[in-house]
Nanobody, 119 residues
Framework: VQLQASGGGLVQPGGSLSLSCAAS????????MAWYRQAPGKQRELVAA???????NYAASVNGRFTISRDDAKTTVYLLMNRLKPEDTAVYYC??????????????WGQGTQVTVSS
């Protein structure tokens, strides 16, 4: 299973950005997908997640500003980030928990994508 993230970049405070992450491979089904972020000198933290059933949850710091969604095939997850703040600056990582055809779950990470919020 491979996760390919795209999006990110530089945006002014109050602006918007969108991230996407596509899962590819064979012999798996996705249990959940999520976005994490890691700012310099800080631990990686959960930003938002969506389960295979469509349930979502958000970090308190982004609730109401960010929206996580997925495509109908449930293999691509999106993160729409509105009203961005400088403290949202971080490397954002895509995460997926998948059920492999062998019958066990495994976690995968995509490459990070930089989001910088600055004037």
């Amino acid at each position: 299973v491979q996760l390919q993230a795209s999006g990110g970049g530089l945006v002014q405070p109050g602006g918007s950005l969108s991230l996407s992450c596509a899962a590819s491979g064979s012999g798996f089904s996705i249990n959940s997908m999520a976005w994490y972020r890691q700012a310099p000198g800080k631990q990686r933290e959960l930003v938002a997640a969506v389960t295979s059933g469509g349930r979502t949850n958000y970090a308190a710091s982004v609730n109401g500003r960010f929206t996580i969604s997925r495509d109908d095939a449930k293999t691509t997850v999106y993160l729409l980030m509105n009203r961005l703040k400088p403290e949202d600056t971080a490397v954002y990582y895509c995460n997926a928990v998948v059920l492999l055809s062998a019958g066990y779950f495994r976690e995968y990470w995509g490459q990070g994508t930089q989001v910088t919020v600055s004037s």
